[in-house]
């Protein structure tokens, strides 16, 4: 091709976006904003549809809440209008089947269709070229299939809601015998819809996965060492291991268990299986546990994929915010990986009690406690970040201090679930759900809204507003910990978790209280998200128009205008120093200076 | 509904003081009634000691620097990289602690699941949980499993104070999981697989018909007080205005005479003669497993060693149903879950 003129080459590779040429943007609404190869648009739109299913999400959990705190009473208003459909009865409370389904699907939703493509679909996408230099990802095609793959997966997902007997029922694990047999599980063929949504969404995750990891090592622009990136990148590289590694496993295990279900096979049930009266058809020489080591061999590394990339996000606001480098760069991005080493042989901390070999139980109470080092690792190094700092309280950090604070909760908690003796009682409790809602609620989502105002400049060209984001930042923060911190109270008495209603037993008889405040703090928690939806969108068409760098950061996505335009840098940067000099001596007057501003004659960058 | 919102919070405090004041127990732990099971409280309690000290620490330090280290004109932030040494100690101190942790742990992991008791000098219960049951089998008097003989009990499990009784634990449809609080006991039910527990359960629970409220004794205990052991009903609860339930136990219709225990001499008395009322412990199920998961309620009755004998040998016999159900689902399919091992 002809055109073949400006585009500089990096020391590793020529720039992406077809090899090095620019094409002019496309002008059709369907190449632009549809079946678009540009990494941003790809990036907002995994951005955008997350946020909407995470508002699908976030309802199912309203109405378990309703039916925990209000068991068998019919729902005001939802349960009015949809007796008899969906998860509701006839007198439109709702039934045991529909509570399990509403607990199953949230889980998936958030897991599945929210936080993993918010995190590595959105801001992964989005950022990773900006902040290495690079013109788009290694593979814009691939890029966009794999966001129409996960676009894909969503309508297996929300078509099983409406087939009879409704979605899956069966927790968000799906464990077999229950979610095997049709006579067994309250659902029958929303499961297998679900099944093959969760196969599409996880082959969707591997091609992102794929591309981020050759992007991330051929795409990187002059003078960007790998000691230079910045650390969000560095995660998302972590994070990208484990969706290659990890999630082929996941296909596999959804595709024996749609064998099971569709063409009868049994690699999941043993010989002899009664259901109700009747010897179970299929039944005969399977393992119920083969699927839970296949599961969470997939399961562990993927509530890392929740948590990597925003710890990321985390270290990119806490030092821009501190006007001071990151503390420990080296030790984080060991951590990170030590974090990825640790997290392929823990899985079995899920499965202490499920009959596992005692002696097995012992060796992943071993990795497991020591997987919390480096979680503690990174905690020490954001406090040594903020240590000395001059720490502004702009919303990003607002929300980056939550994440930290709430991160130490949900860390601290899981040690005790680690310790098996004390786990033998905490398992399948309500300590459960707090423990990880500290985590991918308190740690991941206040890490996004934090990267939603830091980086909306970037994504729209927009700020959003201020006032607004504190006081969403405030109300999540009292009611997040008013709805999550007495479920601690809750599996310390006991209370099992997917319970339709715990008024059967007298030992749960006391926390029918508690569980009455906590639904009134997840109502008010939901609502106080409504703050973020109108201020994303009206900021996103209203909002002051932002400047380049408005929050005086280094790394190279802020010498780009906002919003960033099409092919990303004019003149391909070359990087002259690490992200973090804030402060430095370098800097001068001011407390910052860029990653790809020229050296002062006479003045060596930090090697940094 | 603000005002709603208040008054939910009030009854959630009272929901929280009697479990913080609690006497035995932590927090909101509830009682425990086996000695391995105070063993693993104890162990939680350490964990907790531990991790209120980290998170003061931590959380401690995160305010501080938000507080001094705030924005003030003029100043600039240190320009500092990192710190060698301060990454070496805060990794070998908190690795140190998590290696305290890993020792109490795994020994007291070892004792509960890995060093397992006789079954030839113990008590062995077969447990079989079923969509939405539990189902309790005993050896009978030939003490062989899967004879005729065979004593068969659903959702209700008997067993003798101060004994160690080992569960062997099996399903026959899904996976479910047997959770008897109390005891600080949980261990999934895998069809095809026998997963064990044991547990020695030391304290029996008794209805103080005055106060209306359980509680735990010892043997030594029970053995002075005036306990029925029949002719109560557990009455239908009845919802308080703190949104609480009010259990009672009052005795059952037209009843004259009821069995009263003391010092181990059972002695039919009016039911006014009785202080306590027998009240078994109660088993869930832990593992989801369909829709009537959450209402997989079961009782463990725990007896003196004399009643208990008694009992296993007047025991009603629940049928061919039962029989023919353990039959196809254990002794056919799995001989070998009926030896004891060696
Ligand atoms: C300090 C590090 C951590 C430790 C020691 C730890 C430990 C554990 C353990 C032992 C369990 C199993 C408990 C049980 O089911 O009985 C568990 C469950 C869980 N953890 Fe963690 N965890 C840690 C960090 C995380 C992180 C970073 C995430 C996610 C972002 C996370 C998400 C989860 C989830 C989602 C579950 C529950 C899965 C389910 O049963 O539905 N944990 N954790
Ligand atoms: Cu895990
Ligand atoms: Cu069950």
Redesign the interface.
Known sequence: MSEQTISGTTAEAPHAGGGGHHHPQPTSFFRRYVWSYDHKVVGKQYLITSLCFMLLGGGLAMLLRWQIAYPFVPVPFIGHWLKGMFFFGNNGAI???GY?ELGAMHGLVMIFFVVIPLIVGGFGNFLIPLHIGAEDVSFPMLNALSYWLYAAASVPMLLSFFVDKGAA???WTN????SD?AG???SSLGLTLVLVAIYLAGFSSILGGVNFLVTIAKLRAPGMTWGRLPLLTWAQFITAVFQCLATPMLAAGASMLIFDRVFHTSFFL???????GA??ANSGG????LWQHIFWFYAHPAVYILILPTMGIASEILTTF??????????MVISLASIMGLGFIVWGHHMF???MN??L??AF??ST??I??PS??K???W??T????????DSPMLFA?GF??MF??GG??G??MA????D??L???YYIIAHFHYIVFGATIFAVFGGISFWFPKFFGRMMNEPLAKLHWLLTLVFFNLTFF?MH??G???H?R??????????L??????N??IT?SAY?LGLSQLIFVFNFFHSMFYGKKATENPWQGNTLEWTLPSPVPYYNFDVPPVVYRGP??????EAGDK?WISQSTPPVPGMTPAK? | MSK??LR??A??V???L??LAGAEGF????PVCTQSGR??DH??LT??G??VA??VL??G??LF??FF????KG?????????NV??VV??II??LI?GY??Y???S???K???DEPSEKSNLVVECLA??FDWNFRYPGPDGVFGTPDDVMTVNELHIPVDRTVILKISS????H?F?F??A?????A????L?KVWFDVDRMGVWNLATQK?ELVTLDQYNGMKVALDGFDLKD?VVNP????D?SYAPSAGIKQVPVELDGKITQLPPDQAAYVAHPY?I????????????M?GHVVVQTQADFDNWLKTAPDLGPTFRQ?WN??WD???PEFNKPNP
């Open positions: 039934t045991p089947e399990l029922a069966a927790g464990y077999p015998p229950l047999i067994a599980s309250p043993p010989s002899g299986l009664m259901v109700g010897a179970a399977g393992y119920p546990l501190s006007r001071k480098p990151v503390f420990g760069y080296k030790a009690v499920s009959g005692p002696m139980g012992m109470m071993v406690i020591f919390a080092l503690g690792v905690v020490f190094n406090l040594g903020l240590w000395g700092g001059n720490i502004r309280f201090l930290i604070s130490i909760i601290l908690s040690i005790f310790s098996t003796p004390a033998i009682y398992h399948d409790t007495p109270f809750l310390e008495a006991g099992m997917r319970l339709a209603t715990s008024t059967d037993y007298e030992f008889n006391s926390l029918a209280g508690l009455v405040f009134w008010y973090y000099e804030y402060s430095s001596e407390d940094h | 709603r919102f939910f919070c009854a959630s009272f929901a929280l009697p479990g927090g909101f732990l509830p063993q693993i162990l939680y964990i907790f531990i991790v980290l998170f931590t959380e330090t995160l620097c938000v280290f705030r924005q003030r100043r600039k932030a240190w320009s500092m990289h990192g710190n301060a990454e805060w990794t908190p690795a998590l942790i890993l109490l742990s795994s007291l992991w070892t509960l699941r890995i079923e969509q026959k449809d899904v996976i999981s959770f609080p109390y600080r006991v949980k261990q999934d895998v069809p095809g697989l997963t359980p609860p703190d949104g609480l339930r259990y109660e869930a199920c832990a593992q989801l497993c369909g829709p009537g998961h959450f209402a309620e159900k196809e689902a056919s399919q799995h």
